[in-house]
């Protein structure tokens, strides 16, 4: 992150933290797809940055939804815990929500003495998340795709173990993770692709092709699916095949922190078209019934070097190719 152009810092005066009426109703503010609630009572505080990114949650791999310029005054409703960030001598794990931008702003970056802004209350807890995926959940999220009730109910725990394993434990981890296995696989763990007859042909949860990844899935399972390929939608296998590409073929976590559903689509492997637009869809149905509240902005694009079939690249290489250089000037 680039270092802040320096900024006159105005002096802080206690009588500007207290809660003032801003609004006489809610105002709902259009941005993209959802809907931003501007609360009736916010604390104005003034911002340090030239540059500062407004992200979707608190922490520093949460999608950027805008960079807001400055130093300028902003108005914050509440405050919550995330990522620690320092600027000079100062570290806080504090992050102002700023509902007219919506979404937060590291308060390392606000003018105020200490790391925590006085006068504002903490946010809502999040929706406490079990952990577990049920059949009801994804029955909800996803509709007439759970084709066959049963045969995802059996696999379910095996699914479960799996997002553990992965770390797959936050609501856009699970909504990105579970809307891939749900347009390849149907959430069915021993699916074999329709008329494909090939030897190692799409199998199991995540539709694991090619002997480039039968062979490494195996040896990383302990398994020989190179002559035995069948064993990929086996149950004992294949949820941990789907965690071995998450996580080892591919580190597609990330990505689904950034709201990136693009690049998560591109990981997967499959060319770029209609089918991307179809999975970002779901990626948002799914996020507003994990989290309770409306999806924000979603990115489904792809670079050009990324519309193509990807199958084939290690990991290394399409770290490589899906690398994008942070924008200068822009911190938080």
Same mark, same amino acid.
């Given at each position: ?89 100062r ?28 006068g504002?209350?903490d ?25 066959n ?6 696999? !379910?725990?095996? !699914? ?98 950034? !709201? ?8 997967i ?41 990807t ?6 290489q ?15």
């Amino acid at each position: 992150m680039a270092a802040p152009a320096a900024a006159p810092r105005p002096s802080y005066r206690p009588g500007v933290a207290m809660l003032k009426r801003v609004l006489a109703s809610v105002i709902a503010i259009t941005a993209g797809s959802f809907a931003i609630t501007v609360p009736a009572y916010a604390a104005p505080f003034q911002t340090t940055a030239t540059n500062l990114n407004i992200r979707s949650d608190a922490y520093l791999s949460a999608a950027v939804v805008k960079v807001l310029a400055g130093p300028t005054s902003v108005e914050v409703d509440c405050q919550k815990s995330g990522d620690s960030v320092t600027v000079g001598s100062r570290t806080t794990t504090w992050w102002a929500h700023l509902p007219a931008h919506g979404g937060y702003a590291t308060v390392a970056y606000i003018d105020t003495p200490g790391t925590k802004l006085p006068g504002v209350p903490d946010c809502p807890q999040d929706p406490p998340q079990t952990g577990d995926v049920t059949l009801a959940d994804v029955q909800a999220m996803f509709g007439s795709r759970i084709a066959n009730p049963s045969l995802v109910q059996t696999g !379910l725990p095996s !699914l479960n173990q799996a997002m553990r394993d992965a770390n797959i434990n936050t609501v856009y981890r699970k909504a990105a993770f579970l809307t891939t296995l749900v347009h390849e696989s149907r959430l069915e763990y021993n699916i074999r692709e329709i008329g494909d007859t090939r030897l190692y042909g799409g199998r199991g949860y995540i539709q694991l092709t090619g002997d480039f990844n039968y062979r490494p899935a195996g040896q990383w399972l302990g398994i020989d699916l190179i002559n035995n390929p069948e064993l990929a939608r086996d149950i004992r296998y294949s949820a941990q095949i789907a965690r071995w590409y998450w996580t080892v073929a591919r580190n597609i976590n990330p990505y689904a922190d950034q !709201l990136k559903m693009g690049r998560v689509n591109a990981a997967i492997g499959y060319p770029a078209g209609a089918e991307d637009q179809r999975r970002c869809d779901t990626f948002r149905t799914a996020i507003a019934y994990l989290s309770g509240q409306p999806a924000p902005a979603v990115n489904c694009s792809r670079t050009a070097k990324m519309s193509g079939d990807t199958t084939r690249l290690t990991r290394a290489q399409f770290d490589a190719l899906a690398k994008v250089p942070g924008a200068p000037g822009t911190v938080g």
